[in-house]
């Protein structure tokens, strides 16, 4: 296939599902919303600066399950495969060519601590579902680490413009212990929905829980809704 085909493809994918998905994306329970719950000193437009129960750190904790998988560049590889019309697996040059997105958003972890304007680079989950082209059943995304963590995510917040596969952050690698070579982030969701070390992306039509959510997290984590168990 020609390049510019390729590309026109991805884009039109792109559009549809935007609109596929607009409308849902625009009532999910955000901090823009007309009632988030949060506190601080309000700045950004009047928004509380912080989910409720959450506090502002400097640092940047680690969390994992004990391991912390070490993936060198020329073994790594993206799996994206489920309800899609396109299953790909990607290496990391393939992955280094998609669109790039700089971002800067805030990290909540439900263990209370949160992190403010993180600048993150990496590939859109959107333009990766452009690319693989969820099927009209398509509901929902289950995530998997290199270190068989799993987390699921509804299309709805997966598609959000922040929504990073990310693989640099404040402009240098993604260190290890943070999930490097690549991790997704949620800036709108609790972060253990963002898969650090992540391996594959199965698009499903149905909510799978994962593996904080079998042990009562909640399927849905929205932090400016306190919502953290189920
Ligand atoms: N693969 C994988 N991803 C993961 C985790 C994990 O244990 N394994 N922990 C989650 C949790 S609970 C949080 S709060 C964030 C923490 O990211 P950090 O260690 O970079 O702060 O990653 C999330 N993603
Ligand atoms: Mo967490």
């Not at 928004?47 to 073994?75: A, E, F, H, Y």
């Not at 993180?118 to 270190?147: F, S």
């Not at 949620?186 to 992540?198: C, D, E, H, R, V």
Request: negative net charge; proline residues 7%; hydrophobic residues 35%.
């Amino acid at each position: 296939m020609e390049e510019s085909d390729k590309l026109k493809r991805v884009v039109e994918a792109r559009m549809k599902l935007k609109a596929r998905f607009e409308e849902k994306i625009n009532t999910t329970p955000s901090v823009a919303d007309n009632k988030p719950l949060g506190s601080g000193r309000p700045n950004r437009h009047g928004m509380p600066v912080v989910p409720i129960g959450q506090i502002v750190t400097q640092k940047w904790p680690v969390l994992d399950l004990g391991t912390q998988p070490n993936i060198p560049l020329s073994d790594w590889r993206l799996v994206i495969d489920g309800e899609v019309e396109h299953p790909v697996t990607l290496t990391w040059e393939e992955f280094m060519d998609l669109p790039q997105t700089d971002d800067t958003s805030d990290f909540h972890c439900v263990t209370t601590w949160s992190k403010l304007d993180m600048n993150w680079r990496g590939v859109r989950l959107l333009d990766l579902a452009a690319l693989v082209q969820p099927k009209e059943t398509a509901t929902h995304i289950l995530c998997y680490g290199y270190d068989d963590y799993t987390t699921n995510v509804a299309l709805e917040e997966a598609l959000k413009p922040d929504v990073l596969l990310a693989h640099t952050v404040e402009g240098k690698p993604l260190p290890k212990e943070h999930g490097g070579p690549v991790r997704m982030i949620t800036p709108q969701l609790y972060a253990w929905k963002g898969s650090k070390w992540i391996s594959r992306i199965e698009f499903l039509s149905h909510n799978q829980l994962g593996f904080w959510e079998e042990r009562g997290y909640s399927s849905t984590a929205y932090p400016w809704r306190n919502d953290r168990y189920s």
